[in-house]
């Protein structure tokens, strides 16, 4: 019996040791005018839909990968026939009702299907463990709607780079505006969280961050030689949509169209 018990506290120490106290607590983001958060994006999609219910607004989150190109969940913004976006507006910064940057409203089917793109793959049809491996898309931002106030965000607070591979034991962060009544969220802040990355696949993670409904389409990053590397997009419960090379490829071509 005693030497289970101290074989208990090696195992315990090591692991505090190794990999510290993850995940850590849930944090409450009341600055978003300073980076990475002033890049962090709350998103309110308006959605027309035959099934399985009738029209309906969602909250999630985007952030910005170019001055006027939003990344963010395919699920979030993806439009067939029987489920059409046809509004989206998008909030930086947003705390309960401050709001330091100037909302974006992208209004009407045909404006909404030209603002967005989602990856060639991704379908509502498909099971969860092959839509995620492609559940990410962009919101692109006309330039003529960008306001002036846009101008204040850096816009560079998440790196992309193909030569960062995630492994099993990283360290992820993770940020966005979850909006789960069930467990007290309504889209109104930010909250921030680190958790170790538990498994790295071909095109997906796993973490155990605290990630709710609204989460979806926030960025999960590394730092690594003083950048924040974006790694992927937080898309379904304890699990991520991961920029792999092939992935990363594809965002990076429409960032060069549309930027």
């Not at 909250?191 to 960025?219: E, V, W």
């Not at 590394?222 to 992935?247: W, Y």
Request: proline share 4%; hydrophobic share 35%.
């Amino acid at each position: 019996m005693y030497r289970y018990f101290l074989f208990f506290i090696f195992v315990s120490t090591f692991h505090l040791t190794t990999f510290g106290q993850f995940p850590s607590k849930l944090d409450t983001i009341k600055q978003t005018t300073v980076e990475p958060f002033n890049n962090i994006v709350f998103l309110h999609i308006y959605r027309e839909k035959i099934w399985p219910k009738k029209d309906g607004l969602a909250k999630s989150t985007g952030f910005l990968v170019a001055p006027n190109i939003i990344l963010t969940a395919a699920h979030n913004i993806h439009s067939v026939g029987g489920s059409r976006v046809t509004s989206i507006k998008i909030v930086p910064g947003k705390y309960f009702n401050q709001t330091p940057y100037d909302s974006i409203q992208i209004s009407g089917e045909a404006n909404c299907t030209i603002a967005i793109q989602t990856h060639p793959n991704y379908s509502f049809t498909q099971i969860s463990r092959k839509r995620i491996k492609h559940d990410f898309g962009i919101i692109i931002i006309p330039q003529q709607n960008l306001p002036a106030s846009f101008q204040n965000l850096t816009k560079t607070a998440f790196q992309l780079d193909s030569n960062f591979v995630l492994k099993r034991g990283d360290t992820l962060n993770v940020a966005g505006y979850p909006a789960d009544r069930g467990y007290g969220f309504n889209g109104d802040f930010l909250t921030s969280q680190t958790d170790i990355c538990s498994a790295a696949y071909d095109k997906t993670f796993n973490h155990k961050l605290g990630t709710y409904r609204g989460n979806s389409g926030s960025p999960i990053w590394v730092n690594s030689n003083n950048k924040r590397i974006t790694v992927g997009i937080h898309t379904f419960r304890n699990a991520g949509t991961l920029l792999n090379k092939e992935n990363l490829r594809l965002l990076l071509s429409w960032i060069a169209i549309h930027h």
